[in-house]
């Protein structure tokens, strides 16, 4: 706990990873309970959950909202592209550019970055992220 608490008070964002499970849930549950006990690192932290199923319970929504931090991000399981990469040893921008995957991890590294999201879907938010530039209507 000690080591993360230094570390995170000289960050501007934390990001805390966990999957949908309720393992992780409890084990991040404990984190957050020992970091606030040490105290804490308070507006700092967000939520990423990986290998996250829409369709499947607990909602992302949820348990966002049972650790009381802010969701930054989803990124979904797809199981069978994960192993091909790292079987391949190529990377998911490489193999799979435009899956799930690679388009939330893309848009998490933009918010890391201080960079603003391309809007989801369309033609339009396709040009933008393209070209980088805003499409003239």
């Known amino acids: ?80 592209a994960r192993l091909e990469v790292v079987n391949s040893g190529e990377t998911f921008m490489e193999r799979y550019p435009r899956s799930g995957y690679t388009q939330a991890i893309q848009s998490l590294a933009k918010r890391v970055r201080g960079e603003p999201s391309a809007a989801k879907g369309g033609l339009g938010s396709l040009f933008t992220e393209l070209t980088g530039l805003k499409k003239e209507r």
């Open 1 to 80: 706990i000690e080591f993360i608490q230094t570390f995170s008070k000289r960050a501007d964002r934390v990001f805390l990873f966990g999957t949908q499970t309720i393992t992780s849930f409890r084990a991040n549950e404990q984190l957050l309970t020992g970091l606030n006990r040490a105290g804490g690192i308070p507006g700092k932290v967000k939520l990423v959950l990986d290998r996250y199923e829409k369709r499947s319970l607990p909602s992302a929504k949820l348990l966002a909202e049972r650790l009381d931090l802010p969701l930054a991000a989803t990124l979904p399981a797809d199981w069978a």
